[in-house]
């Protein structure tokens, strides 16, 4: 009961994700002015989401400190670097591929994680 | 006359009488005359009888050359051999004095040797001393004495030349009378006569127009036809009728029409022929050849569309003889025959369209701000003066055709507001014309405008501010996209402090033949800085047709909530699926009735019975029913319960309570209820003894009767979450009213300091309803009037259902928060601020509202109690079972699981955003 539970509840979770499409790059050049501008409404933006990433950071220590099964804080253990990673990227207003792909990979360790705590 | 040479001296002849030489002189011009006229006769009577045996056989029949040049060189040879040689003989032949002697002996032998013997005594050589010279002279005299008695001109020999000068006579009268009567067969037949290799044609009387009776003639391969046959003009004579044949068939007769033409209608033909042709006196022969006739090998049309389209001019294909093209276009039709062409014609005729739109009068939303309106009606008028002109439709006429070997081309034609069609015939070098004519039918057709198009999302949608829609556009024009991308326009329905948010995104960018456009759109709100309101999202999608402007989809409702409004929809949804469960759980129960009755008024054999067994049967559907209905129940639960993990504002026991019933729901869905089915179906199994099927039945009650407690647990979970939820909901919509509330004050006292968006005139002192308010405001005020009233009524449900709540539960906080709200006579009191603010007390209405805002949160803070740092964190209601504490962490894995998905839709969003930044720059 207890096992199913959990792997229902983080299974619930993680049917929403849906998994990052390649980015299609067919961009082509704009003015400098207009580059300029349109990068500053989007660092704004992405600086938005490096805190809140920063916030998930602190979630996922947070929660790291209260385990003590060795393989669950591994995997917290990465999904912390990954997450310090990824904000440091969204700091940097980098919102390409890669950051997204490390956000995947952030899902799925912590996915994994639940799976090793309910083992 | 004597010019025999002779060495005798001239001295010693003794010539003969001079009376005898006149004598013979005349007798020998006599012959000569005579023999020279004959000679001549007969040469002119050769000539004119071979003329005249040409021009009287050519009257039934044209000679060959051949024989026209054997029958003139037997003319001409009594001229050119006879005469001579009739001369020679008579002339030349009777020179001499002894050679008419004897001429003249055959008639008169005795003169004639005596003429001879002088003749011969005259050049006789002797001595004198041998000879007498007088003897001689004597005798010579004596003949000559003799002679002149005679008629010399009797000894002359039989003589023609009256005959043949008669026969000349008869002859020339003849070629006369023939010119007279018929002085063109005269004159062709001298031609003929005289040149008997030249081509000059045989004279009939009846003559045919051989230059319009082709030789030879083509004719379509066994199809009947109608050979026509014209007589000339000049024809001397056009008989009534004439006949013609095929090879060796049937005569076939056909009469004179009026036009001087003759018209056989001949059967179909397969092999080479001739046609015999008779009238009157001509007759003719044509060579028949059987054909195919041209038929059409391909049929395609050369399309320029319009300019604007930028696109290559394309070919179609026009076997069907359809074409279906834009207006505006340039259209050039090509064929290609099976055979070489010789002339063709291509009539254009349109006609007018049945229906008449103006352009684009269906086109939605052209304009987005006033100039581009003017800019649109500018282009309106354009756009009725080109159509007036367009829908001019043109005469009828014939297409100029470009004809090479077997193709055939014709001119551009311009496609306008009109159809036409544009039948085409043909003809080969050999001059037979296609079966049918080929129909080339245009249907000019508008350029459409284009399709946009939102797919996989409802129409209606409740998300947060921090979550991400994702769903597919997708655009469809039948020439080329210039761009696709979204659109949105929000609305906000309360006073708050946020905007109303408007804005849009390229994704794609087209090409003049792109004619499917889609790309997946990730669309988180807070990307775009939009607060909770109500927007209305929608693809748009532009064509390259001019003046056309930009093409929305339908639209959808997202509603981005507050995390109150959110919890208020999760406790609203809630509340259905308990209703749903207790609806699930009355069925079991009344299941279970049935089938312990059945249990108890049966014996075992009768339950094997037909009527028992279809109760059976029956019991097993509705289990079936259920179960089914579990499951559906436990998929809502699951969508409730993420929904709520999102929300945030629960707290880990109601979560844990939710997450008990969900997973309840789901073993009673996918377990319990189908092992009950289960055993209801073996019980019916027609092999089991009597005993084993009322084991079966009893073991399905016994199952039923844990799955009805185990529903009933189900339930008090749930309703015990439910309260919880709608405790914490009071929290919720306290602090919603107080949100409400706080808003109004913000845009009272916005508008008073003169911050509002296009107010001129102050608000301050303003009567409502009068010249003094500015419109803006009196707009304003109507609304927060509206605002406030739904915040009252609110109010006033939460009061009631805290008394009804706490009557319930009996839990101390909630009756202290509903007597401080009756203390307060709060929902009097949000009346008056109500009228107040319809009154434009302006600043009195603020500072009230931004009381009773600050009171409002003051309840909800009470009712949430002391927090324990949310968030990922927890640990509130720690110090639990271990199955709590897992619980917990899988809640917080949950929400982290969550958080980081919304991020890195947040993310994903962004990245479009910038993408489509550097897209709309783009050069078009």
């Given at each position: 009961?207890?096992?199913?539970?959990?792997?229902?509840?983080?299974?619930?979770?993680?049917?929403?994700?849906?998994?990052?499409?390649?980015?299609?790059?067919?961009?082509?050049?704009?003015?400098?002015?207009?580059?300029?501008?349109?990068?500053?409404?989007?660092?704004?933006?992405?600086?938005?989401?490096?805190?809140?990433?920063?916030?998930?950071?602190?979630?996922?220590?947070?929660?790291?400190?209260?385990?003590?099964?060795?393989?669950?804080?591994?995997?917290?253990?990465?999904?912390?670097?990954?997450?310090?990673?990824?904000?440091?990227?969204?700091?940097?207003?980098?919102?390409?591929?890669?950051?997204?792909?490390?956000?995947?990979?952030?899902?799925?360790?912590?996915?994994?994680?639940?799976?090793?705590?309910?083992? | 006359?004597?010019?025999?040479?002779?060495?005798?001296?001239?001295?010693?002849?003794?010539?003969?009488?001079?009376?005898?030489?006149?004598?013979?002189?005349?007798?020998?011009?006599?012959?000569?005359?005579?023999?020279?006229?004959?000679?001549?006769?007969?040469?002119?009577?050769?000539?004119?009888?071979?003329?005249?045996?040409?021009?009287?056989?050519?009257?039934?029949?044209?000679?060959?050359?051949?024989?026209?040049?054997?029958?003139?060189?037997?003319?001409?040879?009594?001229?050119?051999?006879?005469?001579?040689?009739?001369?020679?003989?008579?002339?030349?032949?009777?020179?001499?004095?002894?050679?008419?002697?004897?001429?003249?002996?055959?008639?008169?032998?005795?003169?004639?040797?005596?003429?001879?013997?002088?003749?011969?005594?005259?050049?006789?050589?002797?001595?004198?001393?041998?000879?007498?010279?007088?003897?001689?002279?004597?005798?010579?005299?004596?003949?000559?004495?003799?002679?002149?008695?005679?008629?010399?001109?009797?000894?002359?020999?039989?003589?023609?030349?009256?005959?043949?000068?008669?026969?000349?006579?008869?002859?020339?009268?003849?070629?006369?009378?023939?010119?007279?009567?018929?002085?063109?067969?005269?004159?062709?037949?001298?031609?003929?006569?005289?040149?008997?290799?030249?081509?000059?044609?045989?004279?009939?009387?009846?003559?045919?127009?051989?230059?319009?009776?082709?030789?030879?003639?083509?004719?379509?391969?066994?199809?009947?036809?109608?050979?026509?046959?014209?007589?000339?003009?000049?024809?001397?004579?056009?008989?009534?009728?004439?006949?013609?044949?095929?090879?060796?068939?049937?005569?076939?007769?056909?009469?004179?029409?009026?036009?001087?033409?003759?018209?056989?209608?001949?059967?179909?033909?397969?092999?080479?022929?001739?046609?015999?042709?008779?009238?009157?006196?001509?007759?003719?022969?044509?060579?028949?050849?059987?054909?195919?006739?041209?038929?059409?090998?391909?049929?395609?049309?050369?399309?320029?569309?319009?300019?604007?389209?930028?696109?290559?001019?394309?070919?179609?294909?026009?076997?069907?003889?359809?074409?279906?093209?834009?207006?505006?276009?340039?259209?050039?039709?090509?064929?290609?025959?099976?055979?070489?062409?010789?002339?063709?014609?291509?009539?254009?005729?349109?006609?007018?369209l049945e229906e008449f739109e103006p352009v684009d009068a269906a086109a939605p939303l052209e304009a987005e701000t006033p100039d581009q309106l003017a800019e649109a009606e500018e282009k309106a008028k354009a756009d009725e003066k080109a159509l007036a002109n367009a829908t001019e439709i043109p005469a009828p006429r014939d297409l100029k055709l470009n004809i090479e070997g077997q193709s055939v081309s014709t001119e551009a034609i311009e496609l306008g507001e009109f159809h036409a069609s544009i039948p085409f015939t043909w003809k080969d070098v050999m001059g037979l014309e296609g079966a049918d004519s080929f129909k080339v039918g245009i249907e000019t057709s508008k350029d459409m405008a284009p399709s946009a198009y939102i797919q996989g999302i409802e129409r209606n949608i409740i998300i947060l501010p921090e979550e991400t829609l994702e769903f597919?556009?997708?655009?469809?024009?039948?020439?080329?996209?210039?761009?696709?991308?979204?659109?949105?326009?929000?609305?906000?329905?309360?006073?708050?402090?946020?905007?109303?948010?408007?804005?849009?995104?390229?994704?794609?960018?087209?090409?003049?033949?792109?004619?499917?456009?889609?790309?997946?759109?990730?669309?988180?709100?807070?990307?775009?800085?939009?607060?909770?309101?109500?927007?209305?999202?929608?693809?748009?999608?532009?064509?390259?047709?001019?003046?056309?402007?930009?093409?929305?989809?339908?639209?959808?409702?997202?509603?981005?909530?507050?995390?109150?409004?959110?919890?208020?929809?999760?406790?609203?949804?809630?509340?259905?699926?308990?209703?749903?469960?207790?609806?699930?759980?009355?069925?079991?129960?009344?299941?279970?009735?049935?089938?312990?009755?059945?249990?108890?008024?049966?014996?075992?054999?009768?339950?094997?019975?037909?009527?028992?067994?279809?109760?059976?049967?029956?019991?097993?559907?509705?289990?079936?029913?259920?179960?089914?209905?579990?499951?559906?129940?436990?998929?809502?639960?699951?969508?409730?319960?993420?929904?709520?993990?999102?929300?945030?504002?629960?707290?880990?026991?109601?979560?844990?309570?939710?997450?008990?019933?969900?997973?309840?729901?789901?073993?009673?869905?996918?377990?319990?209820?189908?092992?009950?089915?289960?055993?209801?179906?073996?019980?019916?199994?027609?092999?089991?003894?009597?005993?084993?099927?009322?084991?079966?039945?009893?073991?399905?009650?016994?199952?039923?009767?844990?799955?009805?407690?185990?529903?009933?647990?189900?339930?008090?979970?749930?309703?015990?979450?439910?309260?919880?939820?709608?405790?914490?909901?009071?929290?919720?919509?306290?602090?919603?009213?107080?949100?409400?509330?706080?808003?109004?004050?913000?845009?009272?006292?916005?508008?008073?300091?003169?911050?509002?968006?296009?107010?001129?005139?102050?608000?301050?002192?303003?009567?409502?309803?009068?010249?003094?308010?500015?419109?803006?405001?009196?707009?304003?005020?109507?609304?927060?009037?509206?605002?406030?009233?739904?915040?009252?009524?609110?109010?006033?449900?939460?009061?009631?259902?805290?008394?009804?709540?706490?009557?319930?539960?009996?839990?101390?906080?909630?009756?202290?928060?509903?007597?401080?709200?009756?203390?307060?006579?709060?929902?009097?009191?949000?009346?008056?601020?109500?009228?107040?603010?319809?009154?434009?007390?302006?600043?009195?209405?603020?500072?009230?509202?931004?009381?009773?805002?600050?009171?409002?949160?003051?309840?909800?803070?009470?009712?949430?109690?002391?927090?324990?740092?949310?968030?990922?964190?927890?640990?509130?209601?720690?110090?639990?079972?271990?199955?709590?504490?897992?619980?917990?962490?899988?809640?917080?894995?949950?929400?982290?699981?969550?958080?980081?998905?919304?991020?890195?839709?947040?993310?994903?969003?962004?990245?479009?955003?910038?993408?489509?930044?550097?897209?709309?720059?783009?050069?078009?």
């Amino acid at each position: 009961m207890k096992q199913t539970l959990l792997t229902a509840l983080a299974s619930a979770g993680l049917l929403m994700a849906g998994f990052a499409d390649p980015v299609k790059e067919e961009a082509k050049k704009p003015t400098e002015a207009e580059k300029a501008k349109a990068l500053v409404k989007h660092q704004e933006g992405s600086e938005k989401v490096s805190i809140d990433q920063d916030k998930q950071a602190a979630n996922a220590q947070e929660l790291l400190a209260e385990q003590t099964n060795p393989q669950v804080i591994a995997l917290l253990n990465e999904v912390e670097i990954l997450m310090a990673q990824a904000t440091d990227r969204l700091e940097d207003a980098d919102t390409d591929g890669d950051t997204i792909a490390m956000q995947t990979e952030i899902i799925e360790k912590i996915y994994e994680a639940a799976k090793a705590k309910g083992n | 006359m004597s010019d025999n040479p002779s060495s005798t001296s001239k001295k010693d002849q003794i010539p003969i009488p001079e009376d005898l030489r006149k004598q013979l002189a005349e007798f020998q011009r006599a012959l000569w005359r005579i023999k020279i006229t004959e000679a001549v006769l007969a040469g002119i009577f050769g000539l004119i009888i071979s003329f005249l045996l040409v021009f009287l056989l050519e009257r039934f029949f044209p000679i060959p050359p051949i024989f026209r040049l054997a029958i003139l060189l037997a003319g001409t040879s009594l001229a050119a051999i006879f005469a001579p040689y009739w001369v020679r003989h008579w002339v030349y032949g009777h020179r001499r004095e002894e050679q008419l002697a004897r001429l003249i002996s055959q008639k008169f032998p005795k003169l004639g040797d005596r003429l001879l013997g002088i003749v011969e005594l005259q050049d006789q050589h002797e001595t004198r001393e041998a000879l007498s010279p007088e003897l001689r002279e004597a005798a010579m005299i004596h003949v000559a004495n003799q002679a002149a008695k005679r008629d010399m001109t009797e000894a002359l020999p039989y003589s023609r030349h009256k005959k043949l000068a008669i026969g000349v006579g008869a002859a020339v009268t003849a070629v006369i009378l023939g010119f007279a009567m018929a002085p063109k067969a005269g004159n062709n037949a001298l031609k003929r006569w005289i040149m008997p290799l030249s081509d000059t044609e045989h004279y009939t009387f009846t003559q045919f127009d051989t230059s319009q009776m082709p030789d030879p003639l083509v004719v379509p391969l066994g199809e009947a036809f109608t050979f026509s046959a014209p007589l000339k003009s000049n024809s001397d004579e056009k008989p009534e009728t004439a006949r013609a044949r095929y090879n060796e068939q049937d005569w076939v007769e056909a009469t004179l029409s009026e036009d001087n033409t003759y018209r056989f209608d001949f059967t179909g033909q397969e092999v080479r022929g001739k046609i015999s042709l008779e009238a009157g006196d001509a007759s003719l022969s044509i060579n028949v050849s059987p054909n195919i006739r041209p038929e059409v090998n391909s049929f395609e049309a050369l399309v320029t569309l319009p300019d604007y389209l930028q696109l290559e001019p394309r070919n179609v294909d026009l076997r069907t003889g359809s074409l279906n093209a834009l207006e505006g276009s340039k259209v050039i039709l090509k064929g290609s025959f099976t055979r070489e062409i010789e002339s063709a014609t291509a009539h254009f005729s349109a006609e007018a369209l049945e229906e008449f739109e103006p352009v684009d009068a269906a086109a939605p939303l052209e304009a987005e701000t006033p100039d581009q309106l003017a800019e649109a009606e500018e282009k309106a008028k354009a756009d009725e003066k080109a159509l007036a002109n367009a829908t001019e439709i043109p005469a009828p006429r014939d297409l100029k055709l470009n004809i090479e070997g077997q193709s055939v081309s014709t001119e551009a034609i311009e496609l306008g507001e009109f159809h036409a069609s544009i039948p085409f015939t043909w003809k080969d070098v050999m001059g037979l014309e296609g079966a049918d004519s080929f129909k080339v039918g245009i249907e000019t057709s508008k350029d459409m405008a284009p399709s946009a198009y939102i797919q996989g999302i409802e129409r209606n949608i409740i998300i947060l501010p921090e979550e991400t829609l994702e769903f597919q556009i997708l655009s469809e024009d039948d020439f080329g996209l210039q761009e696709i991308g979204i659109a949105w326009e929000g609305e906000v329905t309360k006073a708050t402090e946020g905007k109303p948010a408007n804005g849009s995104l390229i994704l794609q960018k087209g090409s003049p033949s792109s004619t499917r456009l889609s790309d997946e759109v990730i669309f988180s709100p807070q990307t775009y800085g939009i607060t909770p309101q109500k927007i209305q999202l929608m693809a748009y999608t532009m064509d390259y047709k001019i003046g056309r402007g930009i093409i929305f989809s339908e639209p959808i409702n997202v509603y981005i909530l507050t995390r109150e409004e959110h919890a208020q929809i999760l406790k609203s949804r809630f509340d259905r699926i308990i209703s749903e469960l207790e609806d699930a759980a009355r069925k079991e129960l009344a299941n279970l009735d049935l089938n312990e009755r059945l249990d108890k008024t049966q014996s075992a054999e009768e339950l094997q019975n037909d009527e028992n067994q279809q109760k059976l049967a029956k019991a097993q559907e509705e289990e079936a029913k259920n179960a089914e209905k579990m499951k559906e129940i436990a998929k809502k639960m699951e969508e409730v319960f993420k929904d709520a993990a999102r929300n945030g504002e629960l707290d880990d026991k109601t979560m844990k309570d939710m997450a008990d019933a969900m997973q309840n729901m789901k073993e009673l869905g996918e377990e319990d209820l189908p092992e009950v089915e289960s055993k209801l179906g073996e019980a019916q199994d027609q092999k089991s003894t009597p005993e084993k099927t009322e084991s079966d039945l009893k073991e399905a009650i016994e199952k039923q009767k844990e799955a009805v407690k185990k529903m009933q647990e189900t339930i008090e979970k749930t309703n015990q979450a439910n309260e919880n939820f709608e405790a914490s909901t009071f929290v919720n919509r306290l602090k919603k009213a107080s949100t409400d509330e706080s808003g109004i004050s913000t845009s009272l006292q916005s508008a008073f300091r003169g911050e509002t968006e296009n107010a001129v005139l102050p608000i301050l002192g303003a009567a409502p309803n009068s010249d003094d308010i500015d419109p803006v405001h009196s707009r304003l005020l109507t609304e927060l009037s509206k605002t406030q009233r739904n915040t009252t009524s609110d109010v006033r449900w939460i009061q009631e259902d805290l008394e009804r709540f706490h009557a319930r539960t009996q839990k101390p906080i909630h009756k202290e928060i509903y007597e401080a709200m009756s203390k307060s006579l709060i929902d009097e009191n949000l009346e008056r601020l109500r009228e107040m603010i319809t009154k434009n007390r302006t600043f009195t209405s603020a500072r009230l509202s931004n009381e009773w805002a600050a009171t409002l949160k003051s309840w909800a803070d009470k009712l949430e109690g002391p927090k324990d740092d949310g968030g990922g964190g927890g640990g509130g209601g720690g110090g639990g079972s271990p199955e709590d504490e897992d619980f917990e962490f899988m809640l917080k894995v949950m929400r982290m699981v969550q958080a980081e998905q919304d991020i890195r839709a947040r993310t994903r969003s962004l990245e479009q955003m910038l993408r489509s930044l550097k897209l709309s720059k783009q050069e078009p």
